[in-house]
């Protein structure tokens, strides 16, 4: 099973984009789902997650500006982000760990990337 990221582009501060994670297939269960960034420079961060039990985390910086979400019927998981700022510029990469698809248990799994850049 793959995850595929869209959705990232080029925003002005202040503005919103949605960020999409589509499984390939049907996640039957999983532990934990997120997403993570990545700047220039910098290391991988969480942004937020959310656990099969339904808890959800946010890292300090996006509290109370971004929200994360799923859709169990389309296998796909959201980042709602709005007002977005220069220091959100990232490449956002999604991850699901502990799933388990077709019979097999995937310890971890991650998508492709997709780049935030907000600029004016």
């Known amino acids: 099973v793959q995850l595929q990221a869209s959705g990232g582009g080029l925003v002005q501060p202040g503005g919103s984009l949605r960020l999409s994670c589509a499984a390939s297939?049907?996640?039957?269960?999983?532990?934990?789902m997120g997403w993570y960034r990545q700047a220039p420079g910098e290391q991988r961060e969480l942004v937020a997650a959310?656990?099969?039990?339904?808890?959800?985390n946010y890292a300090d910086s996006v509290k109370g500006r971004f929200t994360i979400s799923r859709d169990s019927a389309k296998n796909t998981m959201y980042l709602q982000m709005n007002s977005l700022q220069p220091e959100d510029t990232a490449v956002y990469y999604c991850?699901?760990?502990?799933?388990?698809?077709?019979?097999?248990?995937?310890?971890?799994?991650w998508g492709q990337g997709t780049l935030v850049t907000v600029s004016s």
């Open positions: 297939g049907y996640i039957f269960s999983f532990d934990a």
């Open positions: 959310i656990t099969s039990g339904g808890n959800i």
């Open positions: 991850n699901v760990e502990g799933a388990v698809h077709s019979g097999t248990w995937y310890r971890e799994i």
